[in-house]
């Protein structure tokens, strides 16, 4: 592979790592509706305004939508049938295919925080790659709070 690509591979890479550790993070409490309420559960406020920023874009708590957001009140789900053969599988692969995605979710976080390590350990272009983690950190963060 040539050092240029392999250079600049890096570069982005710490460029957006910390918004693939967050959509990662966020998307990981959505995979089990950690980010919304429901029966006596109520989740944390920055838990809820994080959620807000991985699916609307903006810092808001999740109760008041972007204009647009709602459903249709037309569109209503298909009766489910109670004699449906089955009707387990469904609820089954649900579980299991939530449970994979959680997988790859912490699995894109240590291999992504490995990254930023091993990016971290060449001495030479270190200050540059710290640079550019922070640039990273502080436009998004910067955006975000912009849209509050």
Known sequence: MSPQIRMLHAYIGMLIAPAVIFF?????????????????????????????????QRFAMGHDKPPGAERPHSVKPAPVSEARPHADRPKIATGLLKAFFAFVAVSLIL??????????????????????????????????????
């Open 24 to 56: 990662a993070t966020t998307g990981l409490l959505q995979i089990y509706n950690l980010h919304e309420a429901h029966g006596a559960y109520s989740p944390p406020r920055l838990v809820e305004m994080l959620s807000s920023v991985h699916k609307d």
């Open 111 to 148: 291999s992504t925080l490995a990254g930023i390590w091993m990016a971290l350990q060449q001495s030479r272009r270190r200050r540059t790659h710290l640079v550019l983690l922070v640039i990273g950190i502080v436009v998004p963060v910067a955006l975000a709070a912009l849209t509050a």
